[in-house]
């Protein structure tokens, strides 16, 4: 059983940065891409970055240059790195593995203040 556990959320004022962690268990980490989502409320859920497993990204529009998505396979951990934030990044953030099937964490609150 695939289990995938986000942390690192919380309020911030805008300019600031936060880290996110997901850790995920089980052997098929390495084996596949992990991804960080995000969603507004009255909002559909947007995928922020995505790293495969050789280690190439790719960023939603509006966070590239500010979102850093990395990964330690030896932790079995991802990460979002998040500088700049901005009120508009208010969000709670999943944690995505893209595995045959996708398996999702249960979410982490990032709140940016004005």
């Known amino acids: 059983q695939v289990q995938v556990v986000e942390s690192g959320g919380g309020l911030v004022q805008a300019g600031g940065s936060l880290r996110l962690s997901c850790a995920a268990s089980g052997s098929i980490f390495s084996l596949n891409a992990m991804g960080w989502h995000r969603q507004a409320p009255g909002k559909q859920r947007e995928l922020v970055a995505v790293m495969s497993t050789s280690g190439t990204t790719n960023y939603l529009d509006s966070v590239k240059g500010r979102f850093t998505i990395s990964r330690d396979n030896a932790k079995n951990t991802v990460y979002l790195q998040m500088n700049s934030l901005k009120p508009e990044d208010t969000a709670v953030y999943y944690c995505?593995?893209?595995?045959?099937?996708?398996?999702w964490g249960q979410g982490t609150q990032v709140t940016v203040s004005s």
């Open positions: 995505n593995l893209m595995a045959i099937r996708n398996y």
